[in-house]
C-alpha cells in the first residue's frame, strides 16, 4: 500500500492526516507485558534485529529519562509512548525502523522468520573454527567450489568466520546462507587480499580525463564473471572498514587499501541478495558493476558517517573522503533494489557509469522501491559520474527518506543521455545539516571540456516532503546553454502540506532549465 503524506503544522497532525492505515492505539501498547529488544551498539547509533510478531509490545531501554520517543518512518503510523527510559510500541507490519530515542537512533529490523533452505552443506562439517579466532578462507573458498553448480547451499550456522576476501569467481549456481547470528569477519591484518587487480588487470586512462586511471574496485566479498548467485540469511557481513583504514594508514602511509566495498557483484548475471545486513564498509558498501538481473531484496547496510578518525602519536587524521555509498548501480541493466534499508556516510542509493576497473556500459531498467533510507548525502541519486552514452529506464517508488541532505539528485556531469527517470511516491521527512539542505537537487554540465553534453528528462510525481528544506532545491543547465536540455516535470509534488504550482511557492532556483509543475 502506497502512503502519501497530508502535512499539517505539527507532528501530530502530520501524523493524524498524511497517513492511510489506522494507528495502533495507546490502549493496545498498554495491555500486554512487552518484550524487550537488546539493540547493538555500531559507532554512533545501533541496531537489532528480530522475528516480527504480530500484536506484540515492544519496549527499548535508554540510558537516560526519555524527553523524546518516535517510530520512524511516519507513514506506518507507529505511535510511541514513553515511560522513564522505555519506549513501547507495536509495529503494524514487518520493515524496517528506526527508533529515535531522545536523537539516539535505533534501527530495527522486524523480520519473517528464518527460513532455511534445504539440501545444504554445514560449513562446520569443514572443521572450521565459528570464534573468529582463526582466519578460515581456505576451507571457506574450498566449500564454495564444492557447492556450486550441485544445488546445494553452503550454510554457516550462528558463530563469527574470520576470512580474507571471499571470492566467487567464475562460478555458476553458488548459494550460501547466512543464519541469523553468523557473521562473516574481514580479516584486517591480510588488507592485500581484498584487491582485485588480478581480475580487472592494471588501471586504464580514463575516457574523459586525460591522466586519470580506471583502477580496480577491491572488495570483501567479491563476485565476478558468475551466474546464478544467491546469498540469503539474516547474519551479517562485517566489513570492518574503520579499522581497515586505521589498519592501512599506520602500514601504508594511507588509508587506500583499507577503502574496500563489503559487496562487488561485477560482470555477472542472476545474482541474488537477501536478508543480511552488510555494516561497516571501506567505501562503498554494495557495488554492482556492468552486471544483469541482479536483485537486493530486504538487505539492511549500516555504514560509518564518519572519516577514518585516525589521530595518534604518530598519525594525522587522513582527510580523504570515505565515500561510503549505500547501493551503487554501475554500468549495469535489470537491477531491482527492494524494501531495503541504508543508513550511510554518502548517497544511499548513487545510479551510475564510473568507468571503474576500465569497463563502462550504458545504464537501463532500474527499480528502487519500498526502501527506507537515511544518509548525510544524496538518498534517491543518479548520478554524479555519467561516462556512458544511455541511462534510461530507471525508477524511485515508494521509498522513505527519513534524513537527507539532498532527498531527490541528479548529476549529469559527463555526457550521458538521461531520459526516462522517474521518482514517483517517494516520502522525504527530514533535512541533515550537511551543505546543501535541500529536497531537490538536479543539474547538467560538462565535468571537463572533453566531455560530451548530456541530456536530462526526468518526472518527480506524487512526492511528498514532509517540510520545507533549509536552502532552495537547485535545476540547472550550464549558463547560456538551451533549456530544453534539462526538462524536470513534477506532478502533485506537496512541500510542507501545500500542493506545490510553481517554483517560487516551492522555493526552487531555476537556471537555464525547463521545470513544469502540475
Avoid at 602511509?253 to 566495498?261: I, P, S, V
Avoid at 548530456?454 to 511528498?464: K, L, M
Wanted: overall charge positive.
Amino acid at each position: 500500500m502506497k502512503h502519501v503524506f497530508r502535512s499539517g503544522t505539527t507532528v501530530a497532525a502530520l501524523l493524524l492526516a498524511l497517513l492511510v492505515s489506522p494507528p495502533v492505539s495507546r490502549a493496545e501498547t498498554q495491555k500486554a507485558k512487552p518484550t524487550v529488544l537488546r539493540y547493538t551498539l555500531f559507532k554512533t547509533y545501533a541496531y537489532v534485529s528480530t522475528d516480527f510478531r504480530p500484536g506484540t509490545v515492544w519496549a527499548i531501554d535508554y540510558k537516560e529519562p526519555l524527553r523524546e520517543a518516535e517510530v520512524r518512518p511516519y507513514s506506518r503510523r507507529v505511535e510511541c509512548r514513553r515511560e522513564g527510559n522505555r519506549a513501547l510500541f507495536t509495529l503494524p507490519a514487518p520493515g524496517a525502523y528506526v527508533v529515535y530515542l531522545n536523537g539516539f537512533k535505533v534501527c530495527l529490523f522486524a523480520e519473517e522468520p528464518e527460513v532455511l533452505p534445504e539440501n545444504t552443506v554445514n560449513i562446520l562439517s569443514k572443521g572450521v573454527d565459528a570464534t573468529g579466532k582463526v582466519n578460515v578462507t581456505r576451507a571457506v573458498q574450498e566449500a564454495i567450489g564444492e557447492v556450486a553448480g550441485t544445488g546445494k547451499t553452503l550454510l554457516f550456522p550462528a558463530g563469527t568466520y574470520k576470512v580474507s576476501q571471499v571470492r566467487i569467481y567464475d562460478k555458476k549456481g553458488v548459494k550460501i546462507h547466512l543464519c541469523r547470528g553468523a557473521r562473516l569477519r574481514a580479516d584486517i591484518d591480510d588488507l592485500e587480499s581484498y584487491s582485485t587487480e588480478g581480475r580487472f588487470g592494471k588501471s586504464v586512462p580514463h575516457k574523459y580525463f586525460p591522466g586519470r586511471k580506471c583502477a580496480a574496485a577491491p572488495a570483501f566479498v567479491a563476485i565476478d564473471r558468475s551466474e546464478d548467485v544467491r546469498i540469503s540469511g539474516y547474519g551479517i557481513i562485517d566489513g570492518r572498514g574503520f579499522d581497515a583504514r586505521v589498519q592501512a594508514l599506520r602500514q601504508y602511509g594511507k588509508a587506500t587499501k583499507g577503502r574496500y566495498r563489503c559487496m562487488l557483484v561485477s560482470r555477472s548475471k542472476d545474482v541474488m541478495l537477501e536478508g543480511y545486513m552488510a555494516i561497516d564498509p571501506g567505501s562503498w558498501n554494495t557495488h554492482i558493476l556492468l552486471s544483469e538481473r541482479v536483485t537486493a531484496r530486504n538487505v539492511k547496510l549500516l555504514n560509518e558517517l564518519e572519516f577514518a578518525p585516525v589521530a595518534d602519536n604518530f598519525l594525522n587524521v587522513d582527510h580523504s573522503n570515505i565515500n561510503t555509498d549505500g547501493f551503487d548501480p554501475d554500468s549495469s541493466k535489470d537491477v531491482l533494489i527492494e524494501k531495503c534499508f541504508g543508513y550511510c556516510g554518502d548517497d544511499n542509493v548513487a545510479i551510475k557509469t564510473s568507468q571503474y576497473c576500465g569497463l563502462l556500459g550504458d545504464v537501463e531498467r532500474i527499480t528502487v522501491r519500498g526502501c527506507v533510507f537515511l544518509t548525510q548525502k544524496s538518498s534517491l541519486k543518479v548520478g554524479t559520474e555519467t561516462v556512458a552514452a544511455r541511462m534510461t529506464d530507471i525508477l524511485f517508488e515508494d521509498n522513505d527518506v527519513l534524513e537527507a541532505d539532498r532527498g531527490i539528485s541528479l548529476y549529469c556531469y559527463d555526457g550521458a543521455e538521461c531520459t526516462n527517470i522517474r521518482w514517483v511516491g517517494n516520502r522525504i521527512e527530514r533535512h541533515y545539516p550537511d551543505a546543501k539542505q535541500s529536497p531537490f537537487n538536479i543539474g547538467l554540465r560538462q565535468r571537463m571540456p572533453e566531455c560530451p553534453l548530456g541530456r536530462i528528462d526526468v518526472e518527480i510525481r506524487d512526492t511528498e516532503v514532509l517540510g520545507f528544506f533549509p536552502k532552495p532545491s537547485r535545476i540547472s543547465g550550464p549558463k547560456g546553454g538551451d533549456p530544453e536540455r534539462v526538462r524536470v516535470r513534477f506532478e502533485n509534488l506537496r512541500i510542507g502540506g501545500g500542493r506545490i504550482t510553481d517554483a517560487g511557492q516551492g522555493k526552487f532556483s531555476v537556471e537555464n532549465a525547463s521545470v513544469t509543475f502540475k
